[in-house]
């Protein structure tokens, strides 16, 4: 089982022992606009979802705290998104994470493609009870870097453009799913045009612009070595 250490802003730790994880996708709030990414994916092959928004069950190991995620091929990018995590007692976190994915097995399948990959998730956290009275006013920046060291930023939004942790604590609650151990992945933001999301790295912040607080995670995208056989 796959245990998560968060350090609060009090300087006191989380541990969580995860048991279940679920990804977001389509989570906009303004689900004309989602209705339309569906469409714009369809053309790319991307299948449709059933609903909107959507939930996809992910193995736990994957919600994962590294600094390096191995790609089997050069075509998988990650996303800025928020992490709602329940602790031990109930008490519920909000993180910064990064759902990485498998744009080729995409295609054949989205839930297929977000058991492909992990999510990577901050060590930082804080009390959802906390922050939650300005939530939309969070913010998510994500940047990628490439093999000639330049980095450069991929996303720039705020949380009020997604789904809120309190809707999807309400879904999760009406499922008996809001238990300990629960890790759930946002969805993410759009990514800026011309940006080439197929990166050596990436980099995510949720900003606390009230506090001036961030939380940040990192992680380099190495590729592994050609199968023998």
């Known amino acids: 089982m ?12 989380r541990e969580v022992d995860v048991v279940q994880v679920l990804n977001a996708g389509y989570a906009g709030r303004q689900q004309a606009d989602v209705a339309a990414h569906v469409a714009e994916l369809a ?17 736990p190991y994957l919600a994962q705290q590294t600094d390096r995620v191995a790609a089997p091929h050069a075509r998988t990018s990650g996303e800025a998104e928020w992490a709602l995590v329940v602790a031990a007692d109930g008490e519920l976190l909000l993180t910064a994470a990064c759902d990485h994915t498998d744009r080729d097995l995409e295609v054949h399948g989205v839930a297929w493609s977000k058991n492909a990959a992990p999510d990577v998730l901050a060590r930082q956290a804080w009390r959802l009870a906390d922050v939650e009275s300005r939530i939309d006013e969070l913010t998510l920046r994500a940047w990628v ?19 809120t942790p309190a809707y999807w604590a309400g879904v999760l609650r009406e499922r008996d799913g809001l238990t300990p151990g629960t890790v759930l992945i946002s969805g993410t933001i759009p990514m800026a045009d011309g940006v080439d999301q197929f990166a050596d790295g990436w980099r995510v912040e949720l900003g606390d612009p009230a506090t001036g607080n961030t939380i940040r995670l990192a992680y380099q995208v190495l590729p592994l070595p050609e199968p023998i056989g």
């Open 145 to 163: 870097t490439h093999d000639d060291g330049r980095e450069t930023e991929i996303q720039h939004g705020t949380l009020a453009e997604l789904l």
């Open 43 to 59: 053309e790319l092959g991307v299948p449709a979802p059933s609903v909107t928004p959507a939930l996809y069950p992910v193995s």
């Open 2 to 13: 796959t245990v998560l250490t968060f350090e609060l802003p009090d300087g006191s730790t």
